[in-house]
C-alpha cells in the first residue's frame, strides 16, 4: 500500500522536475524548439489529466446541486486557465456567424458543442402485461 503511494509521488515529482528542466532549457537555450516543445508537451498533459479529474468531481458536485448542465463549462474553463498559465497558450472563443461564410478556395474548422439530448424525456413505457401494450398501440 505505501509502496504504491511512494511510487506514484516520486514519479510525479519526476515528471514535474522533467517538465521544469526543460522549460529552463528552453529558456537558456532558445536556438533549440525541441526543449520549448516537449515542455508544453508534457505540461498540457498533466493539464490535461488534471482538468479531467476536476471534471469528475466537478460534475458530481454540480449534479448534487442540480446544475448538471454547467459541468461541460467549468471544465472548459479550467483548461483554459491551466493551459494558459503552464503552456501559454489562451483559447479564444470568437462570434461564429462570420466564419461560416468563407471565401472559395478557404478552408475552415470549426469547433461546436456536441448537443445534449434533451433534459426531460418521456418515460419509455414499461410492458407489464398485454394490457399496457394494447393501450399504448391504440
Sequence with gaps: MYSTIYYSLLSLALYLLTTMAL???SFVL???PLFGFLARLLASYLS???CATYGVYASLFLRLLGKH???QWTVAR?????MRYATGV???VVDGQEHHTSPKG???VLLTFHPNPPAHKPPRPYIQDPAVILRHHR
Design 30 to 32: 532558445p536556438t533549440i
Design 69 to 71: 448542465r454547467l459541468a
Design 90 to 92: 489562451r483559447f479564444v
Design 78 to 82: 479550467s483548461f483554459d486557465l491551466v
Design 106 to 108: 478557404k478552408k475552415r
Design 48 to 50: 490535461l489529466l488534471l
Design 23 to 25: 522549460f529552463i532549457m
